[in-house]
């Protein structure tokens, strides 16, 4: 007969208590705005929607059921956060404006991760299995981003808001737009995590400035081969009134009728 051994203390999950610590220890290193340990435990949804799912999580992996789903309804109920009790979460996990956050059943989240509000880790498929995101350490989702699909987002990345992200996603990468896409690496800070969205680059505007360029030298060059002076290829090669100098805006058009 084969002896079980226990699990040491090093081998053993976290209990509860200490991974609500940590939720709530990050709040203070991540929100400028949270002042105290009272504050966070009473009035941040996203702290309380974290600390029942961690209870509803510990009953869904002894095998019940019920129990679990009602807890997790009721935190929906009073946080506006849903997430399934099946979900796995790591330590110093912080849901930011806890508001209209959906996280799916088989989702798996690593330590210390960031969400912001309207944020839906979500399944693309009906069938049973693997079919929510895999978050890695580290990673930021800015507000009202879809990651969907049994996809991984690696560690470190940053997923833009409003964003759309239904491929893997590598470590480290920054990712913006719909569908999602890699637009540049994520930028190294001192407080180790990078919360300036504003500073996210706009590929649809970088499209747009090259497109302008491209077309602002194929004016000169034309310009240039047929003889023009640069304000007469700028402007000029049509006859729309506002482009003739001469043109008196005050200038009234009257219409005959037959």
């Not at 226990?6 to 509860?16: L, N």
Request: overall charge positive; proline content about 7%; aromatic content about 6%.
């Amino acid at each position: 007969m084969l002896a079980v051994t226990a699990p040491t203390s090093a081998q053993r999950s976290p209990g509860w208590w200490t991974l609500v610590r940590g939720d709530v220890a990050c709040v203070l290193a991540r929100d400028p705005a949270a002042r105290n340990r009272l504050e966070i435990w009473t009035i941040y949804p996203g702290v309380q929607a974290v600390a029942l799912h961690r209870l509803a999580h510990a009953l869904w992996s002894r095998g019940w059921r019920f129990g679990p789903r009602f807890i997790s309804y009721v935190a929906r109920w009073i946080t506006n956060v849903d997430i399934h009790p099946g979900a796995r979460i790591g330590a110093r996990f912080f849901i930011d404006h806890g508001a209209c956050v959906v996280i799916g059943e088989t989702a798996e989240i690593g330590d210390d991760v960031t969400l912001y509000h309207g944020v839906t880790l979500g399944g693309t498929s009906w069938n049973p299995g693997k079919r929510h995101p895999t978050l890695g350490n580290g990673v930021v989702v800015g507000a009202g981003a879809k990651i969907l699909g049994p996809i991984t987002v690696g560690e470190g990345a940053r997923v833009a808001a409003n964003s759309v992200v239904i491929e893997p996603v590598p470590s480290g990468a920054t990712v913006v737009g719909i569908p999602g896409r890699v637009v540049a690496p994520r930028r190294r800070t001192p407080h180790g995590f990078d919360l300036n969205h504003h500073l996210i680059p706009d590929p649809v505007g970088k499209a747009m400035a090259c497109v302008l360029d491209r077309l602002a030298q194929l004016e000169r060059a034309q310009a240039a081969g047929a003889g023009l002076s640069s304000t007469d290829a700028a402007c000029g090669g049509c006859e729309d009134p506002c482009a003739t100098p001469s043109f008196d805006r005050k200038t009234t058009v009257t219409v005959h009728e037959e």
